[in-house]
């Protein structure tokens, strides 16, 4: 008797399986996004936009860092791979590159580090450790501790190609896999120092303003906060039918309301 | 359908679940050597477990501080849990009374279904800042990721180690205190020694979970690749360094993350045989069979 239970089981299986396989995809066309983890907060919201208005499309969007992206998408796997730092001329083969907003990082510390400015160069001898204590930049008399994220990561790759040039991060430096982990550390310890997204910046720590300017919407957008990024979305080749159109519906006004409304500063 | 049939098919399909564990087991463990072989190759397999400098970017690929790193965090937390673990375990399965274990038991499995994250998070919030204050240097290290890592194999120590204490026969508690050992010295004497290679057990699934944890460590231990000085320092794991990397790894650098999984791999089934060989030689044998 118990064997009935067992071929009934199997057959509802067997039709789960193959509503799972063939059933869902084929009403819509499927466009596959991955790459960098800070571009995925905007792009989740321009797919999500998208969706309502084009029922017959369905956006996915995936994080994975924006090695990842570019790489994934110059292997054809996904339509539109993210990144959130320039890329090398080695990765351009063949990419089309979309910048959809520009973003700043903001180097942070602690709300009671009475240190308000930096200049690039204190920057640099800070984070390859030429200088260790926050006295020599007019802070109290205590060791800088560095919060640095991990190689690989592109606000990271943008932190170094914008201020670093070449020299490399001291190597004791704390290693965050997040935005989020960074902010903490930070807002815990008042001698730590790590750089963030504007679009994370949250009053919990205090952005220091570099060569006297703050970071802010307005200053990356007119250029005068140095410390910005591009946010780029990437085809491989020339993005044709539904891929197109979506793309355009992003750089046109719609979609860079929803990337203003995301704190990334729009490109148009 | 006959008796036959049914028992037939239910052997066969037992049979067959526990052959296709045995080749999911396989299969993951060639996938991982075909991936990581080509790393080894290229490092060369001494520089690649004994190298000091591990930078991706410059094709450096040494992971000799990262395998400290996992085993001082294993050890360390070892230390802290199992001696804890199993006193806990002793009250637990002799001394406690009913009432009050019918309310620690599940206390102490609720640890075991929290997931990582939270105990990362809440290290990362709360002790953190605590290990800063208290001991100095960044609060990021070996010792705070140790104390997470105590809280989350605890209740695995624990439970298997009451399971084993509770499992003596009564026979030989009766005898115990039939002779006139008191209570304290039956539990030393006779329970605690004859359970011993349940306990063992129980460290050996705690360490399986230490070695390989992996999100939590990441986001307390700092993640700086050196060989620590104190157990202040900030340390790098190899699960944490699999993790971390392998979203932007490409190349020979993705090949290295996995070779670092090999030796993973091996580092544990090292671990399981030393374990293993304190739990058959400390067997109690009486008669034809043992405990």
Not at chain 2, 62 to 73: A, D, Y
Not at chain 2, 100 to 119: C, D, E, F, H, W
Not at chain 2, 165 to 178: F, V
Request: glycine letters at 10%; proline letters at 5%.
């Amino acid at each position: 008797m118990d064997l009935k239970y067992g071929i009934g089981l199997l057959v509802i299986l067997i039709i789960i399986i193959a509503v799972l396989t063939f059933g869902t995809g084929s009403n819509y066309e499927r466009i596959e996004i991955a790459g960098s983890t800070s571009v995925q907060p905007v792009a989740e919201k321009l797919a999500e936009k998208y969706m309502e208005e084009h029922p017959n499309v369905r956006v996915d969007v995936m994080g994975g860092g924006s090695g990842l992206g570019i790489r994934s998408v110059s292997q054809d796997i996904i339509a539109i791979g993210t990144s959130s730092k320039n890329l090398k001329t080695t990765e351009k083969q063949g990419l089309n590159e979309y910048p959809i907003g520009k973003e700043g990082i903001v180097v942070a510390v602690n709300l009671e580090n009475p240190v308000g400015n930096l200049t690039k160069s204190q920057l640099k001898d800070i984070f390859s450790g030429n200088i260790t204590n926050w006295k020599e930049v007019g802070g109290p008399d205590a060791k800088i501790n560095l919060v640095v994220r991990e190689e690989g990561s592109g606000t990271r790759s943008a932190f170094e190609d914008l201020v670093m040039n070449k020299t490399k991060v001291k190597s004791d430096a704390i290693v965050q896999t997040s935005t989020e982990s960074i902010k903490v550390a930070v807002k815990q310890d008042p001698y730590a120092i790590g750089y963030i997204s504007l679009a994370h910046m949250t009053p919990d720590v205090k952005a220091v303003t570099i060569e006297g300017v703050a970071p802010s919407v307005e200053t990356v957008k007119d250029g005068s906060y140095n410390l910005q990024r591009p946010f780029l979305f990437l085809t491989n080749g020339e993005p044709e039918g539904q891929l197109k159109e979506f793309i355009d519906w992003c750089l046109g006004p719609e979609g860079q309301e929803i990337v203003k409304d995301e704190k990334i500063v729009p490109v148009t | 359908m006959s008796k036959w049939n049914e028992e037939f098919f239910i052997e066969k399909g037992l049979l067959l679940t526990a052959i296709s564990s045995v080749i999911i087991i396989a299969l993951i463990i060639v996938f991982i050597f075909r991936e990581g072989l080509p790393a080894l190759q290229s490092v060369g397999f001494f520089s690649f477990i004994f190298g000091m400098d591990w930078a991706p970017s410059n094709g450096q690929y040494g992971i000799f501080p990262m395998i400290i790193g996992s085993l001082g965090i294993t050890a360390l937390s070892l230390l802290m849990a199992v001696p804890l673990g199993v006193f806990c375990a002793i009250f637990l399965a002799e001394i406690a009374p009913n009432a009050m274990r019918k309310i620690l038991n599940p206390t102490i499995q609720t640890l075991a279904g929290i997931p990582s994250v939270v105990y990362g998070f809440f290290g990362l919030v709360l002790l953190v800042p605590f290990m800063r204050v208290h001991f100095g240097g960044t609060g990021f290290s070996m010792f705070t990721a140790s104390v997470i890592l105590t809280v989350m194999i605890l209740p695995i120590i624990v439970s298997v180690s009451e399971d084993a204490l509770r499992s003596i026969p009564l026979e030989y508690k009766e005898a115990s205190l039939a002779l006139g050992a008191t209570h304290w010295q039956t539990i030393k004497n006779v329970i605690f020694p004859a359970a011993i290679p349940g306990i063992i057990t129980s460290v050996i699934l705690g360490m399986g979970r230490a070695v390989g944890e992996t999100l939590a460590i990441i986001m307390v231990a700092g993640n700086v690749v050196q060989i620590p000085g104190s157990i202040m320092d900030p340390v790098r794991a190899l699960t944490s360094n699999i993790a971390i990397e392998m979203g932007y790894a490409t190349g020979v650098h993705y090949n290295a993350l996995f070779a670092t999984g090999i030796v993973l791999v091996f580092m544990i089934i090292i671990l399981l045989v030393i374990a293993n060989y304190f739990h058959y030689k400390k067997k109690v044998t009486i008669g034809g069979g043992y405990l």
